[in-house]
């Protein structure tokens, strides 16, 4: 078990969770079912936040996976995927140029959704980053990243890069993998202003939560323009 002690030498409380939870399902078939959350806070008697952070750690390891409606598995085998890319890559494969506006550069502490979703606590520190994205000289996305200021110290000191990713490339930080969610939606006042379109048009909203290694180095939240953006999906088999 990983040795991390606070001042009266006991483990802490999410490491002594997240290393029972290891040990009970290492060597279990995929699709087993983990351990509820319920159980673990009566067996440890620890708050549900601390279960939900070591359950959160074996996630990003791609030991357990969660399943919308039906709980938390024993993950199955990652299949190698196409590589991961930005904005900027997407749009020069698509033959645009792609354009930036930084509309907001800042220091922020993060909120109950973004700590979770980049494996933080509460309060932490955060970079938010909210651009304008164009192509061709259209306007085709909002974008808002949220990174973790600690794994990029600097960041906001150098200077915007023009590609997130590649910037991340050269601090050894690119993604080796992300999960995506797409929804439709209409678009508010603000976001019909930035992307030139009639207030409650239809767009499509874009979740990303990517990680390198085991670190989760980005989340960020996409609104694409619907009548300019289709979504590309790389599909195959196992032969």
């Known amino acids: 078990m990983e040795e991390v002690l606070v001042p009266d030498g006991r483990a802490l409380k ?5 290393e029972y939870v290891r ?16 159980e673990l806070v ?9 279960v939900r952070q ?41 033959g645009m140029l792609a354009e930036s506006q930084t509309l907001l550069a800042r220091r922020e502490q993060a909120g ?28 085709m996305c909002i974008e808002d990243a949220y990174l973790n200021e600690v794994l990029l110290p600097g960041f906001l000191q150098q200077g915007m890069p023009t590609s997130l990713y590649d910037s991340l ?3 050894g930080l690119r993604p080796t993998w992300a999960e995506d969610s797409i929804n439709a939606d209409k678009a508010t006042a603000e976001e019909a202003t930035l992307l030139e379109i009639e207030p409650m048009s239809a767009v499509l909203r874009h979740s990303r939560r990517a990680i390198s290694g085991e670190k989760v180095v980005e989340v960020s ?19």
């Open 42 to 50: 009566q067996h440890f008697g620890v708050a549900r936040m601390t």
């Open 169 to 171: 490339e050269a601090r």
């Open 14 to 18: 999410h490491v002594q969770v997240r």
């Open 221 to 239: 939240r996409s609104v694409y323009r619907a009548d300019r953006y289709t979504l590309w999906v790389q599909l195959g088999t196992d032969g």
């Open 23 to 38: 040990s009970l399902v290492t060597g279990s078939a995929p699709g087993s079912p983990a351990p509820s959350e319920r």
């Open 112 to 139: 109950p959704g973004v700590a979770r979703a980049l494996a933080l606590t509460e309060g932490d520190a955060v970079i938010h980053w909210r651009r304008l994205r164009r192509a061709d000289g259209v306007p």
């Open 54 to 94: 070591a359950m959160d750690a074996l996630v990003v390891e791609g030991l357990l996976e969660r399943i919308p409606g039906r709980g938390t598995f024993v993950a199955r085998p990652r299949r190698m995927a196409s590589r991961i890319t930005g904005y900027t890559e997407d749009m020069t494969r698509r």
